[in-house]
């Protein structure tokens, strides 16, 4: 079966130290990578996407994930995150020809001063 | 460029009543998605559209859920009648058309309680 895992239902973290966010999936067939940020009371928006090439993408803000095939993982990560990172992430799947994006079921990211 | 719009923000219903819920997508986008969140949880696709074609609505319960995009532009989700687990966030995105390369906007949702 396909599916999605966000290992980490909350995060705490303290402000300026970095953070990694988990997620795991299960496919039998390639798929594409996504991660979304929902801020409170607002819709969710794209911080990154993996679609081919390299395994590290870049996204807004400062974020930055690793596709990795052989752990069927695409852990996000920040260096150095601030109190305005606050907010839930979604981790997210889209199988090849399935034109469907499958959420995990969040991560909240709360940072701390 | 405009956003994604919702209206209303908030619902508040007693089971079994009847409820709409309304979206304009992003001018000339194609494809358009309602999805339901349930507190604790991701996103679930309900039903996502091609213009005014339905291209999938298989986790739709379609015994009380409908939805509709006539002229293919702005559409609407209703649910008859509501169900107390049918409370949840219902959110609506468009794409410019359905490849994984065109990003999803989403607005930001109605919330619906169901008493």
């Known amino acids: 079966a396909q599916s999605v895992t966000q290992l980490d239902s909350q995060v705490p973290v303290f402000e300026e130290a970095p953070v990694e966010l988990r997620c795991n999936y299960s496919s039998s067939v390639s798929v594409y990578l996504f991660w979304y940020v929902q801020y409170p009371n607002q819709g969710l928006q794209l911080l990154l996407k993996y679609l081919s090439g390299s395994t590290l993408v870049k996204g807004i803000n400062g974020f930055e994930a690793e596709f990795n095939k052989s752990q069927t993982s695409f852990h996000l990560r920040k260096p150095s995150v601030h109190i305005s990172d606050t907010a839930e992430y979604f981790c997210?799947?889209?199988?090849?020809?399935?034109?469907?994006?499958?959420f995990g079921a969040g991560t909240r990211l709360f940072v701390k001063a | 460029e405009a956003g994604v719009a919702q209206s209303p923000r908030y619902k508040i219903i007693e089971k079994r009543q009847s409820v709409a819920f309304w979206c304009n997508p992003i001018s000339g986008h194609a494809t358009l998605y309602w999805y339901q969140q349930i507190l604790g949880q991701g996103p679930k696709l309900l039903i996502q559209f091609q213009n005014n074609g339905v291209v999938d609505d298989s986790q739709l319960p379609k015994d009380r859920f409908s939805a509709e995009r006539l002229k293919g532009v702005d559409s609407t989700l209703k649910i008859q009648p509501a169900k107390l687990e049918d409370s949840a966030v219902y959110l609506c995105?468009?794409?410019?058309?359905?490849?994984?390369?065109?990003?999803?906007?989403f607005g930001p949702g109605t919330r619906l309680t169901v008493l």
């Open positions: 995105a468009s794409s410019l058309d359905r490849s994984v390369d065109n990003e999803q906007f």
């Open positions: 997210a799947v889209e199988f090849t020809g399935g034109f469907k994006t499958i």
